[in-house]
């Protein structure tokens, strides 16, 4: 892949990077860190095409977005990764034109907080040296070009759900109030108004959920799960069966995480389904199909 000539050509149509600083930056990203180097070219090179897409400097000075090495589990080897920052979705809202500011902010236990709606500022207080506890939500307010304010919440149990479902931990891990930033701002998004120049923030969104995960696989998995918990409820085995059997290897794994850490299930609701009669199922299944063939 010829890399040069396509960052250029995508990067002309907005002129925001150029390729003479963002393959210094890359390749200083690269000799500086040792399990990059163990990343395939390919992916070194989409992530790089990448960051002509969004439009994002990768000057570590400015913090808008990196290079980072991450283990694919699925596909058993290293890859690069562009890790978009919650400051650097904030540029390119601004850039946008579509708000004039935006800001979010994570509520400890000992804070006063009030939420008054989805377009009025919320009431904030707290003493930032003082003890303020444990997390219990992020919210979001911007500031459109009209001088309205729309602000969105999200409870740290809903958090918690979408760390659960991210394709990686480790950056969740290290920075988990960054990340409850930037995913606040990601859902609070699609609410602001669009422009023309909204396409960078859009497509940061796309390469982020790539790479990330996005809201829409935990709203997926919380229907499942929904589904699942009603189901034994009722000592339906067969629509647990059926629900947890449409369900992909990762996502049986993300679903199954403890209920403290974002899962689902409760411990009796793990027994439910430990104790369900999947190979029964399945051979029911098979000769249900083989009569229709037969008829």
């Excluded at 051979?283 to 008829?295: L, M, N, P, R, Y």
């Amino acid at each position: 892949m010829e890399v040069m000539p396509q960052f250029e050509r995508i990067a002309t149509t907005h002129k925001l990077v150029r390729w003479a600083e963002e393959s210094q930056f890359a390749m200083q990203s690269i000799e500086g860190n040792d399990y990059m180097q163990k990343a395939t070219v390919g992916s070194i090179q989409n992530s790089i095409i990448n960051v002509a897409s969004v439009g994002l400097t990768l000057n570590p000075a400015d913090g808008y977005a990196y290079l980072v090495p991450e283990y694919n589990t699925k596909a058993k080897y290293v890859e690069c990764q562009l890790r978009i920052s919650f400051k650097g979705l904030i540029k390119l809202a601004t850039d946008s034109g579509s708000i004039k500011w935006v800001k979010a902010e994570v509520v400890r236990k000992n804070d006063q907080f009030k939420y008054n709606g989805p377009c009025e500022k919320p009431g904030h207080q707290m003493e930032p040296f003082g003890e303020r506890g444990e997390p219990v939500g992020v919210y979001c307010i911007a500031k459109t070009i009209e001088d309205d304010f729309l602000t969105d919440v999200m409870a740290w149990d809903e958090v918690a759900k979408i760390q659960a479902c991210a394709k990686t931990q480790n950056v969740w891990q290290k920075w988990p109030e960054e990340m409850a930033k930037k995913a606040i701002i990601k859902r609070a998004q699609k609410q602001w108004p669009k422009t023309k120049r909204s396409h960078q923030l859009h497509e940061a969104v796309k390469v982020m959920n790539d790479s990330e995960g996005s809201e829409d696989t935990t709203e997926k998995l919380q229907r499942t799960a929904d589904y699942i918990i009603d189901a034994i409820a009722a000592e339906d085995e067969t629509g647990v069966v059926e629900a947890w059997s449409e369900l992909d290897d990762w996502e049986k794994a993300q679903i199954w995480i403890a209920k403290s850490k974002g899962g689902f299930f409760n411990q009796n609701q793990k027994e439910y389904i430990r104790a369900a009669k999947f190979e029964q199922h399945k051979e029911q299944q098979a000769e249900v199909a083989g009569h229709k063939e037969a008829s």
